[in-house]
Nanobody
Framework: QVQLVESGGGLVQPGGSLRLSCAAS????????MGWFRQAPGKEREFVAA????????YYADSVKGRFTISRDNVKNTVYLQMNSLKPEDTAVYYC??????????????????????WGQGTQVTVSS
């Protein structure tokens, strides 16, 4: 079982930037697709971004494409989410995820067929002036 711990959340003004980190322990993440989800108050958890095991491929929700960048450092067993041009609607708890199955078809995350093996505890991101 992989243990995931997120950090880097906080309060930022609209238009600002934050970088989230997800440190993994217990098992190497080298063989796994890793990703980020978020959940705003009163809403369901939603897919944000994912990155292939070697980092060659990345996948994004339309709502963050062009503003967020996912990356990974397999030596450090860590995944990152660089968030730029933040908007109030980006306010949410952000969760790191290790996928046991990942499908991204016709430009969208396949929520029905994908499976998350481990979740982090989440980190709060608040975008407000």
């Amino acid at each position: 079982q992989v243990q995931l711990v997120e950090s880097g959340g906080g309060l930022v003004q609209p238009g600002g930037s934050l970088r989230l980190s997800c440190a993994a322990s217990g098992r190497t993440i080298n063989n796994y697709v890793m990703g980020w989800f978020r959940q705003a108050p009163g809403k369901e958890r939603e897919f944000v971004a994912a990155i292939s095991s070697r980092g060659f491929s990345t996948y994004y929700a339309d709502s963050v494409k062009g503003r967020f960048t996912i990356s990974r450092d397999n030596v450090k067993n860590t995944v990152y989410l660089q968030m730029n041009s933040l908007k109030p609607e980006d306010t949410a708890v952000y969760y790191c995820a290790q996928f046991s199955q990942f499908f991204f078809t016709t430009g969208d995350y396949d929520v029905r067929n994908s499976r998350v093996g481990s979740w982090g505890q989440g980190t709060q991101v608040t975008v407000s002036s």
